[in-house]
């Protein structure tokens, strides 16, 4: 099994002030580390609810946390029917999203994520439908890749990126994720890379949302948790680039301005210098909260 390191574990279950009996939701579940914190501070009779769209994350979970018995229930599916998937299991006392890719799936080369390991280009978070990264990369047009590329990984380069893969692909298919990430670095001017980052991580970021839609119903979904939540209770969202925490900040304010939550977080959390010298995969993880208004005793 990949190695798992939950990103901001111990902010996670205090902004959701996780109590024994607790009813919990997590909604992108993955390999499970928050969803273990939760039930062990939620113990003896606490329970999560735990979505995630991978069926092979389900999977590994599942055995995983198999010692929690029944106060864990898994589910396949995308945040976006988080209503559906619910149930009759709600209102939770809290509600947490892990966004982003997770590290079963970045570590696997066979998933197609990552482009320090040669693996198939495929990036999708649900192997068992939609279309794969290599097959998009082939039908987009030089504009459209120079479009995404741009919007969806912020890079700067996005139209040399863009021309380069195009004429790559006249040549051969780009099939591999080190296919892939060669032309990016090829495309950008070597004394100009990023620094802290691989010149790959931007467009493979933008291939990725693309692939899986990311962000598609983020915002309609975080409304929709905030329905999900009791009286009191509290949803926790964390984030790991500018696109997702630019749609959490708005959505959380707009529902603020509505009166539906209040926000906890007037300022993301960040992981402590310990934790970004542990694992540096956090280094741009941001966690927000929001609370719905306890109901007053004379409208319950």
């Known amino acids: 099994m990949s ?39 939620s ?4 329970s999560v609810l735990g979505l995630d769209r991978d069926a092979e994350a389900l999977a ?19 945040y976006e029917a988080v209503v559906d998937l619910a149930g009759s299991a709600g209102p939770f006392d809290g509600i947490f999203f892990d966004l982003g890719a997770s590290s079963l799936q970045l570590d696997a080369a066979e998933r197609g994520f990552s482009f320090t390991q040669s693996g198939p ?19 987009l047009s030089e504009p459209e890749l120079a479009n995404l590329i741009f919007e969806w990984g ?18 051969r298919p780009l099939a591999t994720t080190t296919d892939l990430a060669a032309v990016v670095a090829r495309s ?17 970021q933008a291939i990725r949302i693309a692939v899986n839609r990311e962000l598609v119903g983020l915002g309609p979904a975080l ?22 925490d630019r749609i959490v900040k708005q959505t959380w304010r707009r529902l603020e301005a509505e009166g539906k939550v209040r926000v906890v977080t007037k300022r993301p959390v960040t992981p402590e210098p310990a934790e970004l010298a542990a694992n ?3 280094r741009s993880a941001k966690l927000r909260a929001v609370e719905r208004p306890p109901v007053p005793p004379e409208a319950a």
């Open 3 to 41: 190695t798992h390191v939950p990103v901001l574990q111990a902010e996670v279950v205090a902004l959701l002030r996780v109590r024994p009996g607790g009813r919990y939701l997590d909604a992108t579940i993955g390999l499970g580390g928050h969803a273990e914190a939760i039930l062990r501070a």
């Open 43 to 46: 113990a003896p009779s606490g």
């Open 60 to 78: 590994l979970t599942g055995r995983r946390l198999a010692a929690f018995g029944d106060r864990l229930v898994l589910r396949q599916g995308r």
């Open 121 to 139: 280009l495929d990036m999708r978070m649900d192997r068992g439908t939609g279309e794969t990264a290599a097959e998009l990369v082939a039908r």
């Open 154 to 171: 912020e890079e700067r380069w996005s139209r040399r990126i863009a021309r380069a893969i195009v004429t790559a692909r006249h040549d």
């Open 188 to 204: 950008i001017p070597r004394r100009l890379w990023p620094r802290r980052i691989h010149p790959a991580t931007r467009t493979f």
């Open 223 to 244: 409304g929709d948790a905030a329905r999900l939540l009791a009286s009191g209770g509290r949803a926790a969202v964390i984030s790991f680039h500018s696109l997702e």
């Open 280 to 282: 540096p995969r956090s």
